[in-house]
């Protein structure tokens, strides 16, 4: 079945480093990708989306392309912030249905 | 825009005791689900519905009910709690089409003593 490995923290960076969160997924067709972001103590939203293969998502400095041939969605941001802190989950529809699959979540902590 | 509200936000519950968990929302999504977030596990899908009278068991369904009697509302049922059914529970919603974003409630907190 369709399913999505996302690297594990948590993660530590300082301020203005450099991030990448991996993630690829197993699915049957192309399903648009998204990436969801939960915030200490609230639920998750969504943060970008990509519909087909070689799209870029992107939304507040973050960039995730859609990478058919390797079948992946890793996620980017060129300088954290401490705002950044958060839990980061990769997510993908099921095959022909409503439901999103996850991945385990990747905790990010950012540090003045 | 309220979008999709849950209550209660906390609940410390007994083994054996039964509640609801309420969800509604206001955005006339077809689709709305019940997931529950433990540590390393991700979110595991317990319940969902496409639609009102329409409802489906996801991945870990065991000990919740769900029914969904209108399209705004889709309250989960814990009928006998026990310790493992601690976690954190989101409602989420939708539209009907698929690769949609699904928008999430603010979480309810359940810990089951």
């Known amino acids: 079945g369709d399913s999505v490995t996302q690297m594990e923290g948590p993660v530590t960076l300082s301020e203005e480093a450099f991030l990448t969160i991996n993630c690829t997924y197993t699915?049957?067709?192309?399903?648009?990708l998204f990436w969801y972001v939960q915030y200490p103590g609230e639920g998750l939203q969504l943060l970008l989306k990509?519909?087909?293969?070689?799209d870029k998502g992107s939304n507040k400095g973050f960039e995730a392309t859609y990478r058919k041939e390797t079948t992946s969605f890793h996620l980017e941001k060129g300088s954290v912030q401490v705002s950044d802190s958060a839990v980061y989950f990769c997510?993908?529809?099921?095959?022909?249905?409503?439901?999103?699959?996850f991945g385990k979540g990747t905790k990010l902590s950012v540090i003045p | 825009n309220a979008g999709v509200t849950q209550t209660p936000k906390f609940q410390v519950l007994k083994t054996g005791q039964s509640m609801t968990l309420q969800c509604a929302q206001d955005?006339?999504?077809?689709?709305m689900s019940w997931y529950r977030q433990d540590p390393g596990m991700g979110l595991r899908l317990i319940h969902y519905?496409?639609?009102?009278?329409?409802?489906d068991q996801g991945e870990v369904p065991n000990g919740y009910n769900v029914s969904r009697s209108t399209t705004e509302d889709f309250p989960l049922r814990l009928l006998s709690a026990a310790p493992s059914q601690t976690s954190v529970y989101f409602c989420?919603?939708?539209?009907?089409?698929?690769?949609?974003?699904?928008?999430f409630g603010q979480g309810t907190r359940l810990t089951v003593v």
């Open positions: 989420a919603s939708s539209y009907s089409q698929m690769n949609t974003e699904a928008f």
């Open positions: 997510a993908l529809p099921g095959a022909g249905s409503y439901q999103l699959t």
């Open positions: 955005m006339n999504h077809e689709y």
């Open positions: 699915a049957t067709g192309y399903p648009s």
């Open positions: 990509a519909t087909k293969a070689d």
């Open positions: 519905s496409v639609g009102a009278g329409i409802t």
